[in-house]
């Protein structure tokens, strides 16, 4: 019996720290995300000022070079240009593909949507240096939040399921 208990306390103490890690990594995981984001913006800027290509082909080759999060929003935007303009097509994806990152992240992505596919060249490059001017932002605030955060939640869970071990002891 005791052999069970121990085990059970186990359990729940293993359980409650990976919880903790869990929800500390997304502080870790958004901050991956927005700066791949922000590769991939400076490569879709690239493309479009040199090689001329349409948005949907250097949608694909984005989608291919990047990590699967990131690489499933160029994915779907390319995709979902098929039925589409570019603009709808890039904030449905930005919208409905599983990310790590926030709302506030989230809208200046869709941002970058309003312009494209709708203006000239210079227009188009002026709106993705400015959406990657914003995301400098949001890493640094990512940063911060990350640096604060993820230990305290790895920390919380650790410790949380050392109180529920000690409570039911």
């Known amino acids: 019996m005791l052999i069970i208990k121990m085990i059970i306390y186990s ?5 409650c720290s990976v919880l903790g890690i869990l929800k500390s990594k997304k502080y870790v995981y958004r901050v991956n995300e927005l ?7 400076n ?15 250097i949608f694909e080759q984005i989608s291919e ?8 929003v160029f994915r ?3 995709y979902n240009m098929n039925f589409k303009s570019a603009g709808e097509a890039w904030n449905t994806a930005v919208e409905t593909d ?5 709302a506030e992240d989230k809208n200046i992505l869709k941002d970058l949507g309003k312009l ?15 959406t990657s001017s914003f995301l400098d932002n949001q890493i640094k605030k990512a940063e911060i939040e990350r640096e604060k955060n993820e230990r305290m939640y790895r920390t ?3 410790i949380l399921g050392l109180g529920i071990v000690i409570i039911l002891l």
């Open 98 to 102: 599983i990310l790590n990152i926030n």
């Open 35 to 41: 700066r791949e984001f922000k590769s991939a913006l």
């Open 11 to 15: 359990a729940i103490f293993l359980t």
């Open 116 to 130: 494209l596919g709708k203006t000239d060249l210079k227009g188009q490059v002026n709106q993705i240096d400015l």
């Open 156 to 158: 919380l869970g650790m």
């Open 65 to 72: 070079s990047s990590n699967s999060n990131i690489g499933g």
């Open 76 to 78: 779907k935007a390319r």
């Open 43 to 57: 490569i879709f800027k690239s493309k479009v000022n040199f090689t001329y290509e349409p948005i949907p082909e």
